[in-house]
């Protein structure tokens, strides 16, 4: 079966500085893995994924994400945290043809 | 593009009552989903649809909720009767070849408060 953990409820972080949501997965076979971020009130919005290819894959608003086969880790990651950026994040995961598996989120609270 | 269109955005109803959630995916995304989101249970996954024929209703949590796809640009979700567990919000959402891993994208959600 798969699985996807984000270990933090909650992300503190000060604007400006470098922030990272961690991610882990289990799946079998190669993985689809995928960030989204919810702001209150609204759906998903697609931050960005890895299918293959490099492991440092950039997406949107200045998010990039590190995928790390040998740690089964995923995480989330800016340079220059901005209070705007403070919202809900979800890391998911697939293998294959299995359906698409979420983490249960993790609040980022950026603070002035 | 316009996006996922969900309607309505909000529905307050009193238990017993039937519920009908409605769904325009984008347009030419042969994937259609249903999800649901609730504080306890996160996200979960109740039906996906490929060219508009159901593939797994698994996450159907019982018989009062069904899902229909008449065609490629509209979908339904019905709860007959509801209940107050049922809650939530419900995210309807597309892709376009997902089986080749491409991205799902999301709807605003219903939110649906049963009374």
């Known amino acids: 079966a798969q699985s996807v953990a984000q270990p933090e409820d909650q992300v503190n972080v000060a604007e400006g500085n470098p922030l990272t949501v961690k991610c882990t997965y289990s799946v079998s076979g190669n993985p689809y893995l995928f960030w989204y971020v919810q702001y209150p009130n609204r759906g998903l919005q697609f931050l960005l994924k890895?299918?293959?290819?490099?492991?440092l894959v950039k997406g949107s608003y200045g998010f990039e994400a590190e995928f790390n086969k040998s740690q089964t880790s995923f995480h989330l990651k800016k340079p220059s945290a901005l209070v705007s950026d403070s919202a809900l994040y979800f890391c998911a995961v697939r293998g294959g043809f299995q359906k698409l598996v979420f983490g249960t989120g993790t609040r980022l609270l950026v603070s002035p | 593009d316009a996006g996922v269109i969900q309607s309505p955005r909000h529905e307050v109803t009193e238990m017993g009552q039937e519920v009908t959630l409605r769904c325009k995916p984008i347009?030419?995304?042969?994937?259609l989903f249903w999800y649901r989101q609730t504080m306890m249970r996160g996200l979960e996954l109740l039906i996906y649809?490929?060219?508009?024929?159901?593939?797994?209703d698994s996450g159907m949590p019982e018989d009062r909720f069904s899902a229909k796809m008449p065609n490629a640009s509209f979908s339904t979700l019905k709860i007959q009767p509801s209940e107050p567990r049922d809650s939530a919000v419900y995210f309807c959402?597309?892709?376009?070849?997902?089986?080749?891993?491409?991205?799902?994208?999301f709807g605003e959600g219903s939110w649906l408060t049963v009374v």
């Open positions: 347009s030419g995304h042969d994937y």
């Open positions: 649809f490929n060219n508009n024929v159901p593939i797994d």
């Open positions: 959402a597309s892709s376009p070849d997902w089986a080749s891993g491409n991205t799902i994208y």
């Open positions: 890895y299918i293959t290819g490099d492991n």
